[in-house]
């Protein structure tokens, strides 16, 4: 029997294809991956990690450049961005959301959540992934949650021990109604402002206060312009990492899926990180002069009563199943 040349070379071809698995269908791209705070902090840190991790994974040749302190503009600048595809990637609030889509506002509901791993499992559980889910007709894509983390407040006129304490104090808060029902049932004067225009209005004094996770507190230097920080832990802030549907859409299978693992584990380094940023963030806040009062529960409980009414206004608005559904997931992950 003669072999042709061009058999060998086709035998040979199939052969080395087939032992090297599939080669990987990845082509040089530029990932604008915009956040909101600094580059120093939980969010940037895991931003780092998330394009080194990226860059191993497929040879170098998914680039992802990370954009921090809302240089790309804030969160609900960043997702009109993505939707119109104009920027590839970033990671924000869930609370910011809700202008696409107010299911997302189901997270903020005062003291949902009791802890971390509460929250992980309802995240990552069927009830956040089918939220995430439905972001695709609205032209984004969900990839994972990572953690903001349990929210504090801070201001600069008084100590909060109760929420009376809170009376006419401007509060900034997140553009969300959850959040101002619920900060105007404690009888603040709660102002929606993006993140990027927070400090500048504390400094100046367009806001008194505002409540972010002591992480946040730190790593964005609010203990400058704030003395006062109240232990609430009243909501647990996930973030979300999202990209642009309409690049997504004309990524490679391949390409999806690093990207899709790469995200898995940059989530897993960040609430790694965070949790144990966290613990050390209220001494360090100490230090920097910050006055730190711990609410008694005996407050917290009178807090969650008069927040009651925020949840049923939400759940009143079209969102009795969302919020039914997520009190019967958590009643499963108590047992
Ligand atoms: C807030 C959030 C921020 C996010 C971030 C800038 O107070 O807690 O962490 O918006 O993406 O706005």
Redesign the pocket.
């Given at each position: 029997m003669k072999l042709s040349l061009k058999s060998i070379v086709t035998a040979a071809a199939l052969c080395c294809v087939a032992a090297a698995g599939h080669a990987a269908d990845f082509k040089p791209r530029i990932i604008r991956f915009g956040?909101?705070?600094a580059e120093d902090s939980n969010?940037g840190h895991a931003a780092k990690f998330f394009a080194d991790d990226l860059a191993k994974r497929t040879g170098g040749k998914l680039k992802m450049k990370g954009f921090g302190s809302?240089s790309l503009g804030?969160?609900v600048q960043m997702q009109n961005a993505l939707i119109g595809g104009a920027q590839e990637m970033m990671?924000?609030?869930t609370?910011?959301l809700v202008g696409i889509d107010s299911d997302f506002g189901v997270y903020d509901l005062p003291f949902i959540f009791r802890n971390e791993k509460e929250a992980d499992a309802i995240l990552d559980g069927p009830f956040g992934q089918n939220l995430m889910a439905k972001l695709q007709e609205k032209g984004l894509v969900g990839l994972v949650y990572w953690e903001?983390g349990f929210?504090n407040l801070t201001n600069s006129k008084r100590p909060i021990a109760k929420m009376e304490d809170l009376q006419g104090i401007k509060l900034?808060v997140?553009q969300n109604p959850v959040y101002i029902d619920m900060f105007k049932g404690f009888g603040a004067n709660a102002i929606p402002l993006?993140?990027?225009e927070?400090f500048t209005a504390m400094e100046t004094g367009t806001v008194d206060g505002?409540?972010?996770?002591v992480t946040?507190i730190q790593s964005s230097k609010f203990y400058e312009v704030q003395k006062y920080l109240s232990l609430t832990k009243h909501v647990y802030?996930p973030?979300i990492v999202l990209a642009s549907k309409k690049w997504w859409d004309g990524l490679s299978a391949d390409e999806k899926k690093a990207i899709q693992e790469s995200a898995a584990a940059t989530r897993d380094f960040e609430r790694k990180e965070t949790r144990e940023s966290s613990a050390k963030a209220i001494d360090f806040l100490k230090q920097k002069g910050m006055q730190v009062t711990v609410v008694s529960d005996k407050e917290i409980e009178r807090m969650q009563e008069t927040t009651r009414q925020a949840t049923q206004k939400f759940a009143s608005e079209g969102h009795t199943k969302l919020v039914k559904d997520l009190q019967s997931d958590l009643e499963k992950v108590r047992k």
């Open positions: 956040y909101g705070l969010q809302a804030s969160d990671v924000g609030s609370a910011t903001n929210r900034r997140m993006a993140f990027s927070l505002q409540e972010n996770p946040t802030s973030w």
